[in-house]
Every structure is written in structure tokens, then in C-alpha cells.
């Protein structure tokens, strides 16, 4: 029972969220410390729009009404992926690093990283109400 609380589909994948975030802030960190480097390259993770096609797109998600049904397991959730971006130059040294851009990302990530943590905070103290009944 209690493996079934703690590895739910949710918990899944609110944990690869947090994941692809930490993830997402050693990159960034890696690209702002590499702003100077001639013909460094920025890198980006791409976990998000990966999910997002992972669970379907646009469409709905599929109910789960017997256990029998096939669900979406932990395998299905797919994991955050670090992509370099050599096809762009925006100066004359081949860096491709825009200070401006990495520093609005990183506040864009810590927002989302609260986000997911309180989402799992959230699942987790409804857990602790209905065990303490409610009180």
C-alpha cells in the first residue's frame, strides 16, 4: 500500500520534473560561468515538451478504470536530455552565450522548481490528512 502512494504516476512524474530542473540549473550555471569563453557552446535541457508528447500531445489523458488497463508507468516518463546548440554564433569569437537570456532562464527555472516542489508538498500533506483523518 504504502509503495503504491509513493511510486504513483504522479509522484513519477512531479520527481523527473524536479529532475529536469536541477538539471536545467547546473546548465545554465555552466553557460553564464562559460559567457566569455571564445567558441563555447550554450547548452539547454529539453524534458517538457518530451512529456508533454509522452502523455499524448493535446489529447486527453486515458482513465484507468480496472487494473487491468495498461497505465503509464515509470518507464514511460521520459527523462531530461542536455542539447548543445552549435548551429547559432551571436559574436565574433563563435560564442554563443547571451548573459541576458541565461539570467532570465535561470529565474524562469527556479520559478518552475518551486512550482513542482510545491505540487509534490501538496500531494504529500494530503496523504498526511487522510491518514490523520482529516484532523
Same mark, same amino acid.
Given at each position: =500500500?504504502?509503495? &503504491?502512494?509513493?511510486? &504513483? @504516476?504522479? #509522484?513519477? #512524474?512531479?520527481?523527473?520534473? *524536479?529532475s529536469?530542473?536541477?538539471?536545467?540549473?547546473?546548465?545554465?550555471?555552466n553557460?553564464?560561468?562559460?559567457?566569455?569563453? @571564445?567558441?563555447?557552446?550554450?547548452?539547454?535541457?529539453?524534458?517538457?515538451? =518530451?512529456?508533454?508528447?509522452?502523455i /499524448? +500531445?493535446?489529447?486527453?489523458? =486515458?482513465?484507468k !478504470?480496472?487494473?487491468?488497463? *495498461? /497505465? =503509464? +508507468?515509470?518507464?514511460? %516518463? @521520459?527523462? @531530461?536530455? %542536455?542539447? !548543445?546548440m552549435?548551429?547559432?554564433?551571436?559574436?565574433?569569437? /563563435?560564442?554563443?552565450?547571451?548573459?541576458?537570456?541565461?539570467?532570465?532562464? *535561470?529565474?524562469?527555472n527556479? $520559478?518552475?522548481?518551486?512550482? #513542482? #516542489?510545491?505540487? $509534490?508538498?501538496?500531494?504529500?500533506? /494530503?496523504?498526511?490528512?487522510?491518514?490523520?483523518?482529516?484532523?
Open positions: =500500500m504504502l509503495n &503504491s502512494i509513493l511510486s &504513483s @504516476p504522479r #509522484v513519477a #512524474v512531479l520527481e523527473q520534473a *524536479l529536469a530542473s536541477s538539471l536545467r540549473q547546473k546548465v545554465i550555471s553557460n553564464i560561468a562559460n559567457v566569455n569563453t @571564445p567558441g563555447y557552446k550554450k547548452s539547454e535541457v529539453s524534458f517538457e515538451d =518530451m512529456l508533454q508528447n509522452a /499524448g +500531445g493535446d489529447k486527453l489523458p =486515458m482513465v !478504470t480496472n487494473e487491468r488497463h *495498461l /497505465g =503509464m +508507468g515509470k518507464d514511460s %516518463i @521520459p527523462n @531530461p536530455q %542536455i542539447n !548543445t552549435s548551429n547559432t554564433s551571436i559574436r565574433t569569437d /563563435g560564442n554563443n552565450v547571451d548573459i541576458d537570456v541565461e539570467m532570465a532562464d *535561470l529565474a524562469k527556479s $520559478i518552475y522548481y518551486n512550482a #513542482v #516542489v510545491q505540487q $509534490i508538498s501538496n500531494y504529500f500533506s /494530503g496523504i498526511k490528512s487522510a491518514i490523520k483523518e482529516g484532523r
